[in-house]
């Protein structure tokens, strides 16, 4: 059967048409799904610029915070009277900011006391803009107490310049007023010039500012006392934290038992200025929270997350724990998260601090904890003095002579000297001794310097001795009964200086003591220097 032209066209171009409609409809419906995931897309954008825009309305809030602690506290200290004699502190109210959700958050009994956040300055200068601010939290402790022996160590040949530029707060975390009071005084009486300069500040917590703290859950075989005691430590770092936080451009964590090497700050500026990358803790310990450096722009941001689980690890877990949320994929295995946190944790070494406490804050724990990278200590330093007979009043303890120290082989360690009492160096030849330099003290027993000691000299001319007998000083020096010239005074456990040359040649060197002293002496260094050495 034939078809006509007519039937033939329009068929085919109907069959044409198909696949041509077919595949409109395919691309319509493909730019539907198109369209839905750009939608999703823009949708997630808009979602990730609000959370931003959230984001820098927080930061500014903590900012606007932190400003205003900063401005309060100021305040309160200029309201503030300073512990003298029996005078006690006075405080004065003052509204608190009330952009502290996050605080509230996590600390919500914080909500019924205003001044909660705001410490107790005891003293302090308001030191701000230093380089520096090391923090100290300090407990009562059941036997012996080294928070002293800390300070002492800290302060150990610390140059008047290196004073200017950093700030010690002692953190006294204990709301018995009675005993902040006595620790405050203790530290006044040892250490006046660095307490007057503002090197020193001392701060305690109001009571309110701590939680209940009787009911928590023991986590990891720990017992209620030492969950308890985890626990309050975090809240002490956070709180010594943020006060430290406007002072200074680094902050750096410390204990109340431990020793300092005597040129840790320098070190830990020189470590700190070698680093390239974006670094957030630099540790100058292995052990626990000990040596830990900050800066302190990242302390908000690092208090906060402590303040989350405060209640559920240590310290030095916690710390942990954020560099893995900061920089750890889940994805990928564990020696890639380390690999990476070390990037944020820089390990320096040796290490500047030991730890030489015994008996824990936490009551009947006894740690002997040790920083075998801190290596062996100096407790003396050598020099090739001339010749001489040494001889001394003093009671020396065991094998510490005070030959081993003027020969460099050891330190010279007596019981507590009495006014009256001597140390002394004849030569065995008449000198010309241009310099001398005393140090008391070291490393391990900071605190065992030699206080009210003049130095003194005594001319070989037998002339010019009894003319100082008779006339009672010299060259502008006060003269002894038995013709010594005293020519300088131990500061801080350092005498040094150079000596008149119109005094001629010396016979003899004496440490002549003045009072009585609470503490032992330790001569760890002795320099006599003549032309000759």
Known sequence: MRLRLGQVLPALCLGAAFPLLWYAVWQASRGDDLDMNQDQLLKLQQRLLNAEEENKKRSQELSSVLDEMKHIVARRMNMTENYTGDKKQKTFPRKLPMHLTNVYYYLPHLEKYEDAIFPNVIFGQQRTGVSLVMGI???????????????????????????????????????????????????????????????????????????????????????????????????????????????????????????????????????????????????????????????????????????????????????????????????????????????LRIRAKPSLFQHMGIYSSLAGKIQNLKDKDFGKNQLHKAHNNPPAKVDTSLRIYQQYTLEKVYKGQDCFWASAPVAGDYIRFTFLNPLEVEKYLFKSGNMEHPGDKLFNTT?????????????????????????????YLKIGAFENGIAEGSINQAIGKIQAIRLSVSSDSPVWAILSEVFIKTSEN
């Not at 005993?179 to 109001?206: C, D, H, M, N």
């Not at 906060?304 to 240590?314: A, G, H, Q, V």
């Not at 010299?474 to 003269?479: I, Q, V």
């Open 137 to 343: 939290p300090t407990v009562k402790r059941e036997k012996q107490n080294y928070l002293i022996d800390t300070l002492h160590s800290l302060l150990y040949q610390l140059s008047e310049e290196q004073k200017k530029d950093c700030i010690i707060i002692i953190f006294i975390a204990e709301v018995d007023a009675e005993y902040v009071k006595s620790v405050a005084e203790s530290v006044k009486t040892s250490f006046p010039r660095e307490v007057q300069s503002g090197v020193l500040e001392v701060i305690s917590p109001p009571a309110s500012y701590y939680p209940d703290l009787s009911n928590l859950k023991k986590t990891f075989g720990d017992s209620e006392d030492r969950v308890r005691w985890r626990s309050k430590q975090n809240l002490d770092y956070s709180f010594l934290m943020l006060y430290a936080q406007p002072k200074g451009t680094f902050y750096l964590q410390l204990e109340d038992d431990i020793i300092a090497k005597p040129d840790f700050i320098e070190s830990i500026k020189s470590f700190a200025a070698q680093q390239s990358q974006d670094w957030m803790v630099l540790e100058f310990s292995q052990l626990g929270f000990i040596g830990k450096l900050f800066k302190s722009e990242d302390l908000p941001f690092i208090v906060e997350f402590f303040l989350m689980f405060y209640k559920d690890k240590p310290i030095d877990w916690l710390i942990d724990h954020l560099l893995w949320v900061k920089v750890c994929n889940p994805e990928k295995d564990a020696a890639q998260c380390e690999m990476e946190k070390s990037k």
């Open 455 to 483: 130095v003194e000299v005594l001319p070989a001319d037998e002339t010019l001795r009894k003319e100082l007998v008779a006339n009672g000083s010299k060259f502008n020096y006060p003269a002894t009964k038995d013709g």
